[in-house]
């Protein structure tokens, strides 16, 4: 099982492997090791999210998910398989809390008594000085 927080636990057998040849570092070794990792997961029939928590990831990453509801996650930072597959695994993890984690609602305020009153005194202030500009003063 691949704990992501302490309620959502995603087994590995859920999760599709593939690899490739990745560029970057590495020298001629690039041309013969396939180190990429592209980690496939069929999020749409997972059981283990919540029906919230899959749209927010949809809303939040929609380049990362296909039609058919498979998120789709790759690395090719390192130079080795096994750290690209853990790479993939920390990206899916971290993508997967920011969609757990609940949005704050906003709460419209209504502006305090005193800052009604000083904007008005401050509308005032600047009515009198372009009254004052004016040719003639206070006619």
Partial sequence: MFEITPTIQIPHEEFEWSYARSGGPGGQNVNKVS????????MAASEHLTPVVK???RELFPSRVTTEGELVISSQEYRDQERNREACLEKLAD???QAAKRPTI???TKPSKGSKMRRL?????????????????DD
């Fill in 55 to 57: 749209d927010r990831v």
């Fill in 121 to 137: 005194e401050e509308k005032k202030r600047q009515s009198s000085r372009k009254t004052n500009r004016r040719v003639g003063g």
């Fill in 35 to 42: 180190s990429k990792a592209v980690l496939r997961w069929p």
């Fill in 106 to 108: 906003r709460r419209a």
């Fill in 95 to 97: 993508l997967i809390r």
